[in-house]
């Protein structure tokens, strides 16, 4: 929500106007701090600006509090720090941010203008839970509108990228846009040019968050989930890929979406053979599906079974860290140049499983079948990889294990998947019939399984216990309830915990 900002007096009490600003590490707050405290003393005030580091979250959110007023014979008396319901202006870097500073009183529907970047740059806490734990942006928005006389939101971080800048001017930009501040837009661009870094970059994101605050931003960025990349490939595998998608177009309307981004992922992930066997599969559960039940059946089928197909493993891995569109994107991140070289460290830790993994099938079950072999597997690899991607010897290493797709079908790991993937459709097709809604529920909990290494072992070990639960629920009519509630309680920890309880309550009751 963007909201026009015609030029306004003050609101500042007893004269001293009191801003505040939230930023964590590599935003660029303490720049903002500076352009802001230099532009107010260009145009005659006295200015006090302070920072209180904070350690709660990422790499500690910091509080800097900027005070001024017009200057006079009599020095003024500033405040250290923000006091609830006592700012005239509230800047904040991330959307969290934004519901940080509601929270802590800092906003008020009588007094503050809210200046906010609508982007997220995910807490350590939204990042650890296994499951789907970003807070929810909408709700924050909703507050801020409420708690806000005057609110601008914008995705001030993406309006930087583009011109090659920082978030820091953007907002500075807005800032002056807001016309809080009774300075002319030419001091605040003065005290960039002043400050002799990065300016003409700087400069162009100042005007495009200047625009964004007086004109408003059309937002066009989707949020959802997120789609595989489209095919591309050689004539005839284009052929192929076609035929794939006409048989998704010829299933019922309902399942196509999902059918075509589940195919997508697959056939990206190997190859278009893969995409035929991907649609055996699911066309097993528009079988027995109908259009009575809205085809919820299929729908969930078609998502999770190609997540199933789409695993994580080494080669996977490998792939989409030698990929150019993540490698141009890590740049662009960053902000570097054409002409600037990046370096790139890449964390590479499979466990002997994962190489084990990689053997041929038969190979693959002696080495496992052998502590031994096993314990050797564990010591060269178990201490983990940092591979310096920006060199040739690493990359190409990692680029060769992206390149053996053709040979990924016949490892111990794909054997391994491709049988645990039958006996799962299977429960939950056999589920069809007598409970159609813990069915669906059924196919729901592979998102249980995620990710390689550690991280796959814990959700392994998760849906193992949630599909084992299944056994006491059936028969009960709030079975695919009670299903649900178990696969959340399973997201909330990553040591079960909350897993292990929500199972002892359904013990109690059968």
Same mark, same amino acid.
């Given at each position: 929500?963007?909201?026009?900002?015609?030029?306004?007096? +003050?609101?500042?009490?007893?004269?001293?106007? /009191?801003?505040?600003?939230?930023?964590?590490?590599?935003?660029?707050?303490?720049?903002?701090?500076?352009?802001?405290?230099?532009?107010?003393?260009?145009?005659?005030?006295?200015?006090?600006?302070?920072?209180?580091?904070?350690?709660?979250?990422?790499?500690?959110?910091?509080?800097?509090?900027?005070?001024?007023?017009?200057?006079?014979?009599?020095?003024?008396?500033?405040?250290?720090?923000?006091?609830?319901?006592?700012?005239?202006?509230?800047?904040?870097?991330?959307?969290?941010?934004?519901?940080?500073?509601?929270?802590?009183? %800092?906003?008020?529907?009588?007094?503050?203008?809210?200046?906010?970047?609508?982007?997220?740059?995910?807490?350590?806490?939204?990042?650890?839970?296994?499951?789907?734990?970003?807070?929810?942006?909408?709700?924050?928005?909703?507050?801020?509108? *409420?708690?806000?006389?005057?609110? *601008?939101?914008?995705?001030?971080?993406?309006? &930087?990228?583009?011109?090659?800048?920082?978030?820091?001017?953007?907002?500075?930009?807005?800032?002056?846009?807001?016309?809080?501040?009774? %300075?002319?837009?030419?001091?605040?661009? $003065? =005290?960039?040019?002043?400050?002799?870094?990065?300016?003409?970059?700087?400069?162009?994101? %100042?005007?495009?968050?200047?625009?964004?605050?007086?004109?408003?931003?059309?937002?066009?960025?989707?949020?959802?989930?997120?789609?595989?990349?489209?095919?591309?490939?050689? $004539?005839?595998?284009?052929?192929?890929?076609?035929?794939?998608?006409?048989?998704?177009?010829?299933?019922?309307?309902?399942?196509?979406?999902?059918?075509?981004?589940? #195919?997508? /992922?697959?056939?990206?992930?190997?190859?278009?053979?893969?995409?035929? #066997?991907?649609?055996?599969?699911?066309?097993?559960?528009?079988?027995?599906? @109908?259009?009575?039940?809205?085809?919820?059946? +299929? *729908?969930?089928?078609?998502?999770?079974? &190609?997540?199933?197909?789409?695993?994580?493993?080494?080669?996977?891995?490998?792939?989409? /860290?030698?990929?150019?569109?993540?490698?141009?994107?890590?740049?662009?991140?960053?902000?570097?140049?054409?002409?600037?070289?990046?370096?790139?460290?890449?964390?590479?830790?499979?466990?002997?499983?994962?190489?084990?993994?990689?053997?041929?099938?038969?190979?693959?079950?002696?080495?496992?079948?052998?502590?031994?072999?096993?314990?050797?597997?564990?010591?060269?690899?178990?201490?983990?990889?940092?591979?310096?991607?920006?060199?040739?010897? =690493? %990359?190409?290493?990692?680029?060769?294990?992206?390149?053996?797709?053709?040979?990924?079908?016949?490892?111990?790991?794909?054997?391994?998947?491709?049988?645990? #993937?039958?006996?799962?459709?299977?429960?939950?097709?056999?589920?069809?019939?007598?409970?159609?809604?813990?069915?669906?529920?059924?196919? /729901?909990?592979?998102?249980?399984?995620?990710?390689?290494?550690?991280?796959?072992?814990? @959700?392994?070990?998760?849906?193992?216990?949630?599909?084992?639960?299944?056994?006491?629920?059936?028969?009960?009519?709030?079975?695919?309830?009670?299903?649900?509630?178990?696969?959340?309680?399973? #997201?909330?920890?990553?040591?079960?915990?909350?897993?292990? @309880?929500?199972?002892?309550?359904?013990?109690?009751?059968?």
């Amino acid at each position: 929500m963007n909201m026009q900002a015609p030029q306004q007096e +003050s609101t500042a009490v007893n004269g001293i106007f /009191k801003l505040a600003i939230l930023a964590v590490g590599g935003q660029g707050g303490g720049v903002l701090t500076a352009w802001i405290e230099s532009v107010a003393r260009a145009q005659g005030y006295d200015v006090q600006a302070t920072s209180v580091a904070g350690v709660s979250q990422r790499t500690g959110a910091t509080i800097y509090y900027i005070e001024m007023a017009p200057g006079s014979d009599q020095q003024p008396v500033f405040a250290l720090a923000p006091s609830g319901g006592d700012v005239d202006v509230m800047i904040a870097a991330e959307m969290m941010e934004v519901g940080r500073s509601i929270m802590r009183g %800092f906003v008020t529907p009588d007094r503050t203008t809210l200046i906010g970047s609508t982007h997220r740059q995910l807490a350590v806490s939204e990042k650890t839970i296994p499951g789907d734990g970003i807070a929810d942006a909408a709700e924050v928005r909703a507050a801020a509108e *409420i708690a806000a006389q005057r609110l *601008i939101l914008a995705d001030m971080d993406q309006l &930087a990228v583009a011109q090659g800048s920082v978030i820091s001017a953007s907002l500075f930009g807005a800032l002056a846009g807001a016309g809080v501040l009774p %300075f002319p837009r030419v001091a605040f661009e $003065e =005290a960039i040019r002043a400050s002799g870094k990065g300016v003409e970059a700087s400069l162009r994101a %100042f005007d495009a968050g200047y625009s964004a605050a007086q004109d408003g931003e059309e937002q066009t960025q989707k949020q959802g989930v997120p789609v595989a990349p489209e095919i591309i490939g050689p $004539e005839d595998r284009m052929r192929q890929w076609d035929g794939l998608k006409a048989w998704v177009q010829a299933m019922p309307d309902p399942v196509q979406d999902m059918a075509l981004a589940g #195919l997508r /992922k697959v056939v990206d992930f190997q190859d278009a053979a893969y995409g035929n #066997l991907y649609l055996d599969h699911l066309n097993r559960a528009i079988g027995v599906d @109908g259009a009575d039940q809205g085809w919820a059946l +299929s *729908i969930a089928a078609a998502k999770y079974i &190609a997540n199933a197909m789409a695993y994580d493993d080494i080669i996977k891995v490998a792939d989409l /860290k030698t990929r150019a569109p993540r490698l141009d994107r890590i740049r662009r991140e960053m902000g570097a140049e054409d002409a600037q070289l990046v370096q790139l460290t890449e964390f590479f830790h499979p466990r002997a499983e994962e190489v084990a993994g990689l053997m041929p099938a038969a190979m693959g079950v002696k080495w496992e079948a052998s502590p031994r072999r096993m314990a050797l597997l564990a010591k060269l690899f178990g201490r983990g990889r940092r591979l310096r991607t920006d060199t040739l010897r =690493a %990359f190409l290493m990692l680029y060769v294990l992206g390149g053996l797709k053709g040979y990924r079908l016949r490892t111990r790991r794909h054997a391994v998947e491709a049988a645990h #993937l039958e006996v799962w459709l299977a429960r939950c097709l056999a589920m069809r019939d007598q409970d159609y809604a813990l069915a669906v529920e059924l196919f /729901k909990n592979r998102r249980l399984i995620k990710g390689y290494s550690d991280t796959h072992a814990r @959700g392994l070990g998760k849906f193992d216990r949630v599909m084992e639960a299944a056994d006491l629920l059936t028969g009960r009519e709030d079975a695919a309830e009670w299903m649900a509630r178990l696969r959340e309680a399973a #997201l909330q920890d990553p040591e079960g915990k909350a897993l292990s @309880g929500a199972i002892e309550t359904v013990r109690s009751f059968v």
